[in-house]
Nanobody, 116 residues
Framework: QVQLVESGGGLVQAGGSLRLSCAAS????????MCWYRQGSGYQRELVAS???????NIADRVKGRFNISRDNAKNTVYLQMNSLKPEDTAVYYC??????????WGQGTQVTVSS
């Protein structure tokens, strides 16, 4: 059974930092493209950051320079480092694993709330 379990969310003041973790089980995360999405209240889910199986990263313009994605293949875990957080970063953050020829997997999400 495949599971993606996010952790590290919480309440933080504007300007603060959080590091989200996505621990994968049932799949070898190293061969998947791993992504972080977020969905704020009343908004559509949007892609925040991605890292390919080869290690190439892409960060959405809205968070570029503040967020960073990384992976630890030995721990089967992907991270999202979020710095200089803003109230508009408040959302539920979801981990996603995808690769060609395979189904896509989602985590249950972790809430991030940034107070002003």
């Amino acid at each position: 059974q495949v599971q993606l379990v996010e952790s590290g969310g919480g309440l933080v003041q504007a300007g603060g930092s959080l590091r989200l973790s996505c621990a994968a089980s049932g799949i070898i995360a190293a061969i998947y493209n791993m992504c972080w999405y977020r969905q704020g209240s009343g908004y559509q889910r949007e892609l925040v950051a991605s890292i390919t199986s080869g290690g190439s990263t892409n960060i959405a313009d809205r968070v570029k320079g503040r967020f960073n994605i990384s992976r630890d293949n030995a721990k089967n875990t992907v991270y999202l480092q979020m710095n200089s957080l803003k109230p508009e970063d408040t959302a539920v953050y979801y981990c996603n694993a995808n690769r060609a020829g395979s189904r896509t997997y989602w985590g249950q999400g972790t809430q991030v709330t940034v107070s002003s």
